[in-house]
């Protein structure tokens, strides 16, 4: 009886999470294609990518593992790899948008063309998101994708990630990704 209580708790919160879900959507949608969109055009994002996209457009599928490999490594303590991405003028005005944004904006991430992040506002656990569909659908589609709402335990919040292309004139160029908090997402 004790399995199919537990079994039947966490298929109740899978489905009260995807409500949730779908509860923010049309918030979220409307940040992604107002606030977040702007974001994209700056010229520090584009440059920025223009410029990466250049040094990583060569790189084999062997080499992306072995660079995010190196950056898992290097999340315990840091190292070269983070260090030299979280110091770039990217980073820099990632990080100020999320010190600017009053608690919605849990992270902002910016990844290139390969799906490996080229700025960021803190550490984010892997370098290559390229395998995830939070870089595929927007990259893959041109279309805004909304993550699952999950609890993050560093911040204790209910938090929804969402991704939108990043375009110089019609070519994607790359994705942001934007975590919001959806306690402060109206408060804005």
Request: hydrophobic residues 40%.
């Amino acid at each position: 009886m004790k399995t199919v209580f537990l079994i039947a708790a966490g298929a109740y919160f899978a489905v009260s999470s995807a409500l949730s879900a779908n509860e923010f959507a049309e918030d979220l949608n409307r940040l992604a294609q107002s606030t977040i969109q702007g974001w994209t055009t700056e010229t520090v994002v584009i440059e920025t990518l223009r410029q990466q996209n250049n040094e990583t457009a060569q790189l084999s599928e062997d080499d992306i593992l072995a660079l995010d490999a190196k950056w898992r490594a290097e999340t315990a303590s840091g190292g070269p790899l983070i260090n030299s991405l979280l110091a770039n003028d990217l980073s820099s005005y990632l990080k100020t948008l999320v010190a600017e944004g009053q608690l919605v904006y849990s992270e902002i991430f910016i990844t290139d063309a390969r799906g490996l992040n080229a700025g960021q506002s803190g550490v984010t656990s892997d370098y290559w998101q390229g395998d995830e569909s939070k870089w595929q659908v927007p990259f893959g589609t041109g279309a805004v994708h909304i993550g699952e709402v999950e609890f993050d335990e560093s911040t204790q919040t209910y938090q929804c990630q969402v991704s939108l292309p990043i375009k110089e004139g019609s070519q994607l160029i790359g994705v942001i990704t934007v975590g919001v908090d959806l306690e402060h997402l109206n408060a804005n």
